[in-house]
Each structure stands twice: as C-alpha cells, then as structure tokens.
C-alpha cells in the first residue's frame, strides 16, 4: 500500500512539473502570435499606404496549407484563427486613404 502511496506522489509531482512546461509555451505561443499580429499589422498598413489590399488571399492559403502539412486539419483551423487574430482591425487613416475596411482583397 505505501509502494502505490509513493507512485500516486510521484505521478501527482510528475504532472505538475508538465503542466508547468505547458504553462510557460503557452506563454511563449501567446508571445509569439502578439508579435506575428505587430508584423501583420506593419505589412497592412505599408500594403494599404502603397494602394493595395489589407490581405493577400494567396499568401493566406500558404500559411493554410504550411499548418495543414504540419498538423493536419485542426492545423487549418488553428491558422484560420491566427489569420483572424492578426488582420486586426484597420486603422481609420488608412481606410480614409483608400483602404478597403472589410480587408477584401
């Protein structure tokens, strides 16, 4: 009975010690996408400044199938919910300047 006692502590140790892993690359994952969503936002607004589209459908299916490739079909799902996190809402001055706000391309 203490032998399973021991096993019981150890495994409840053992989980901690993973869910603490998994805390801080979430943390990272988190870290990551703010700044993937900082550079998207600097590539819409140049792209909108110089007249073209907030999004580029075609860049967007790479990202699709490169998530796809690496994870399967939940991959395409989490890329689609990158893709929607950093689009971002248009800045004011740049739909003013001839940006499309729907982010159409």
Do not use: H, W
Not at 1 to 13: K, L, N, P, R, T
Not at 15 to 35: A, H, K, Y
């Amino acid at each position: 009975m203490e032998q399973q006692d021991s096993v019981a502590v150890d495994s409840a140790i053992r989980i901690d010690d993973f869910r603490e892993v998994i805390d801080s690359l979430d943390l990272q994952i988190i870290e990551l996408i703010q700044r993937r969503r900082d550079l998207s936002s600097q590539i819409q607004q140049q792209r909108i400044r110089e007249g073209g589209t907030r999004t580029v459908l075609s860049r967007e299916k790479i990202i699709l199938d490169r998530y796809a490739a690496g994870l399967g079909s939940e991959g395409t799902a989490l890329a689609l919910n990158i893709l929607s996190l950093c689009r971002g809402r248009i800045p004011r001055a740049a739909a003013e300047a001839g940006g499309d706000p729907r982010g159409a391309a």
